[in-house]
C-alpha cells in the first residue's frame, strides 16, 4: 500500500503521517530522513523532528538515494520528505527524469510506504528559474506519486482530509 500526506508548510501533515504509519504498522516502520544540513535554521528543524519521533521508527538517513536506501527493507516506511529530496535533487544536478525514474523505482515496492510532500502548486509563480523549476517539478512528481498511491490525504491547519 502507497500513501500521500500532501499539504503547506507547517500544516501538520509530517505528524499526521507519522500517525498514520504507527497506527497501521504491525512492526516498527522506517523513517527516511532525506533533509540534508544545510545550515543552522536546518538543523534546529531536524532536531525538532527527532524529538518528536522519539524512538517509534528506526531512522534511515539518505538525501538522494531514496530507492536504494529502502529496497531491501520489508517494514514499512516513512519517506520525510519528498519537497527536500527534490531540493537535493536539484542541488546536485539530478533532472526530472531522474526523480521520475527513482520514485517509480520506490513506488514499485511492494512493502507499504508513506510518502510526505509539499503542496507549493497554490502560490504565485516566482520570478526566478530555480524556484519555478522545483515547483514544476514538485507538482508533476506529486502527480505521478499521487497516482500510484492507494490513499491520498491533504492536510490543512494539522486535518488530514482523505481525497484518494
Given at each position: ?5 500532501i499539504g503547506?508548510?507547517?500544516?501538520g501533515?509530517?505528524?499526521?503521517a ?12 522506517r523513517?527516511l530522513?532525506t ?8 538543523k534546529d ?9 522519539g ?9 538522494l538515494k531514496?530507492?536504494e536506501?529502502?529496497?531491501t ?5 516513512l519517506?520525510?520528505?519528498?519537497s ?9 544536478d539530478?533532472?526530472?527524469?531522474d ?8 513506488l ?13 502548486g497554490?502560490?504565485?509563480i516566482?520570478?526566478?528559474?530555480l ?7 514538485s507538482g508533476?512528481?506529486?502527480q ?6 492507494d490513499e491520498?490525504y ?7 482530509t482523505?481525497?484518494k
Amino acid at each position: 500500500m502507497k500513501t500521500l500526506f500532501i499539504g503547506g508548510i507547517k500544516s501538520g501533515k509530517s505528524q499526521n503521517a507519522e500517525d498514520y504509519i504507527l497506527k497501521n504498522s504491525s512492526v516498527k516502520p522506517r523513517y527516511l530522513a532525506t533533509t540534508e544540513f544545510i545550515d543552522a535554521g536546518m538543523k534546529d528543524r531536524i532536531e525538532a523532528h527527532v524529538q518528536s519521533r522519539g524512538d517509534n521508527f528506526v531512522t534511515i538517513e539518505e538525501s538522494l538515494k531514496i530507492y536504494e536506501a529502502i529496497k531491501t527493507n520489508k517494514s514499512p516506511v516513512l519517506v520525510e520528505c519528498v519537497s527536500m529530496w527534490i531540493n537535493n535533487m536539484f542541488y546536485h544536478d539530478f533532472t526530472l527524469q531522474d526523480m521520475q525514474k527513482e520514485l517509480n523505482l520506490v513506488l514499485d515496492l511492494e512493502q507499504e510506504v508513506v510518502f510526505v510532500l509539499n503542496d507549493v502548486g497554490s502560490g504565485i509563480i516566482p520570478d526566478n528559474k530555480l524556484a519555478r523549476d522545483f515547483i514544476d517539478a514538485s507538482g508533476k512528481l506529486s502527480q505521478l506519486i499521487a497516482s500510484r498511491c492507494d490513499e491520498v490525504y491533504h492536510t490543512i491547519a494539522g486535518i488530514s482530509t482523505r481525497i484518494k
